[in-house]
């Protein structure tokens, strides 16, 4: 599992690294056709100074567009909470009035999530009708 984490931040990086290198490139590019359709070049060094900005600024445009887009899909921000959707969902029984919700925590995972999933337990367990059987909800680890 740690070999596939890896291999994705690798290919992550990789990737961003690409998107740079070919929003430079346009930079380059398209300050060289600006300045030879208008007929004045700045010095070299200034070329250099407003390509490397120009670029940068169009390479943050484009990260920032491209992340609000992932993040405003429906859904999103539930799937992103991952390991803490079952305590979401048994907090959401509890409070229609289900007391006998329980919460499984593995014995190995993220240590607030399990102490998290035991208040809820104790919650539960302080407002449940006496004899009541319980339904269990597993937690499962996220690594």
């Given at each position: 599992?740690?070999?596939?984490?890896?291999?994705?931040?690798?290919?992550?990086?990789?990737?961003l690294?690409?998107l740079?290198?070919?929003?430079?490139?346009?930079?380059?590019?398209?300050?060289?056709?600006?300045?030879?359709?208008?007929?004045?070049?700045?010095?070299?060094?200034?070329v250099?100074?407003i390509?490397?900005?120009?670029?940068?600024?169009?390479?943050?445009?484009?990260?920032?567009?491209?992340?609000?887009?992932?993040?405003?899909?429906?859904?999103?921000?539930?799937?992103?909470?991952?390991?803490?959707?079952?305590?979401?969902?048994a907090?959401?029984q509890?409070?229609?009035?289900d007391?006998?919700?329980?919460?499984?925590?593995?014995?190995?995972?993220?240590?607030?999530?399990?102490?998290?999933?035991?208040?809820?337990?104790?919650?539960?367990?302080?407002?449940?009708?006496?004899?009541?059987?319980a339904?269990?909800?597993?937690?499962?680890?996220l690594?």
């Amino acid at each position: 599992m740690k070999i596939r984490l890896a291999i994705r931040i690798v290919a992550t990086g990789a990737l961003l690294l690409m998107l740079l290198t070919g929003v430079l490139i346009g930079t380059f590019f398209l300050t060289a056709w600006l300045y030879h359709t208008i007929g004045h070049a700045p010095p070299p060094f200034l070329v250099q100074v407003i390509n490397a900005l120009l670029g940068l600024v169009l390479y943050a445009v484009i990260l920032v567009g491209f992340f609000s887009l992932i993040n405003a899909r429906p859904g999103a921000r539930r799937r992103q909470m991952g390991l803490f959707e079952p305590i979401f969902a048994a907090m959401e029984q509890i409070a229609k009035g289900d007391f006998q919700v329980r919460l499984n925590p593995p014995l190995r995972c993220n240590g607030f999530a399990s102490e998290l999933a035991k208040s809820v337990n104790q919650m539960a367990l302080g407002i449940e009708p006496d004899g009541a059987p319980a339904t269990r909800v597993h937690l499962q680890c996220l690594a």
